[in-house]
């Protein structure tokens, strides 16, 4: 079977945790869209790491840990995780890289970097790691996929020779930056060669074979629906798309075999990066939510950017949900809320003196106001606690009353970092 964990919002749900928690009854785990721009959080016995390439799963040895087509693959930024991990008592875990996976290259960061530059306050709050001009290569037809490294060097050296000549107008006349040199990329190209050799695979022929020995296969996304480029904020988006049904193209497999789609949703909202955000708090009240949320506080884990804060948002909640396919909700950091007498929840939008509970198009959200209802508080930890009904009734009654409003089943409860502190619901 397949299952897919996606994010309902803008990313920074904690899909780490669930994707490594849900390893341990997996036999295979797949990135398949994004790349070193966002980042997975996951505390667990070897200690806390920050994952943006590796899938989730690389903790347990029973598992192979696969970067699919759909991935934006910096061979450099995964080769240090790896050594990363396994230098602190992790053992090798077992990869995978598919062979039409395409590269990131090195003038993708610097072209990131000097567009946010130009842009200036106009920009998108990129991470700079490349992603935007990647994908957009991508799509012109003039990226680089990791079969073309054992191909002919003669192509590879001419096809990088044109790339750089087109790449140098830009470089040079829009940014007046120094032009690349032909001859270096080439020669990073073959380190990049020698570092992934031993892991290059037909991702989708081994997960044909997996899917026929009835392997438990789970997909693990990045980001969340609300920066999809097409059904998020568009343009305040990421590159590819973040929803579960793009898990089919960026692994390789049917559609119809995605049968479970567990969609995680953060019990308040966060948010790195520009764009429309209607629930955002600001002052010392996010900055009392920031300093207590996340796993040591809400901090982007690729960028350590303060993360902008806001309360629960079920009108994008629901919507997130909506596009993802959910079937379960993991709905995570809950016992961050134990601190407040009482939690605004945003249930509506205002917009041009109306209220909607339907998600809009961005042109009318960045219009919109929060339409806010106030639940009471618990005020007390509700770490350790391992049964649902052992929660104090105003924690269950947030968790109801969210579950009402964005309509799909809450069917576990995270209330702690650690992959232990999990609450499985029975419904």
């Known amino acids: 079977m397949v299952r897919a ?36 959080t996951i505390v667990n016995d070897y ?17 192979t ?3 699919g087509n759909g991935v934006a693959l910096n061979i450099p930024v995964l080769f240090q995780e790896i050594k990363e991990v396994v230098g602190r008592g992790v053992p090798q875990p077992k990869i995978l890289v598919s062979d039409r996976a395409q590269m990131v290259m090195p003038y993708h960061i610097l072209l990131d970097a000097y567009e946010e530059e130009r842009l200036a306050g106009k920009s998108f709050g990129s991470t700079k790691s490349g992603i935007a001009p990647f994908y957009s290569d991508k799509y012109a037809k003039i990226g680089f996929q990791v079969s073309e490294l054992f191909g002919s060097e003669e192509t590879l050296r001419d ?7 087109m790449k140098n107008v830009l470089i040079e006349h829009l940014y007046h930056k120094p032009a690349l040199e032909p001859e270096k ?38 980001l969340g629906s609300l920066k999809d480029p097409d059904h998020g904020i568009y343009p305040m988006v990421t590159s590819s798309p973040t929803l579960a049904g793009y898990g089919a193209i960026g692994a390789g497999i049917p559609p119809y075999e995605i049968q479970k789609i567990i969609t995680v949703v953060k019990a308040y909202s966060s948010a790195v990066g520009a764009g429309a955000f209607v629930s955002e708090i600001f002052g010392a009240e996010a900055d ?8 040591g506080g809400e901090y982007g ?41 009482e939690i605004p929840v945003c249930t509506g939008y205002e917009i041009d003196g109306e209220v909607t509970t339907e998600f ?7 219009r919109a106001k929060p339409v806010l209802e106030v639940l009471p508080g618990w005020k007390c930890d509700i770490r350790g606690i391992r049964k649902y009904e052992d929660l104090p009734e105003n924690c269950r009654r947030y968790v109801e009353f969210v579950e009402e409003k964005i309509g799909f089943p809450i069917t576990m409860v995270s209330n702690g970092p650690g992959r232990e502190d999990i609450i499985y619901r029975n419904r």
């Open 288 to 295: 009392e939510l920031r300093k207590r949320g996340g796993d």
């Open 65 to 67: 840990s696969i970067l």
């Open 159 to 165: 096809k990088v020779d044109q790339v750089c000549e």
């Open 360 to 366: 809009p198009v961005t042109s009318r959200l960045e």
């Open 47 to 63: 200690g806390k790491f920050a994952l943006h390439t590796l899938p989730s799963g690389v903790f347990y040895s029973h598992t």
């Open 5 to 40: 964990i996606v994010g309902a919002n803008w990313g920074d749900e904690g899909k780490g945790k669930i994707t490594d928690m849900l390893s341990k009854e997996s036999d295979i785990i797949v990135r398949f869209q994004g790349g070193a721009n966002a980042g997975h």
């Open 185 to 222: 990329i080439f020669q990073e190209l073959m380190s990049y060669k020698e570092m992934v050799a031993p892991y290059v695979c037909d991702v989708s022929a081994y997960l044909y074979q997996a899917l026929k020995e009835g392997k438990e296969i789970l997909l693990e996304g990045q």
């Open 301 to 341: 884990a690729t960028t350590g950017r303060p993360r902008r804060m806001g309360w629960f948002d079920t009108v994008a909640s629901k919507y997130g949900c909506r596009i993802q396919g959910t079937t379960d909700v993991a709905f995570t950091v809950l016992d961050v809320l134990g601190y407040l007498d």
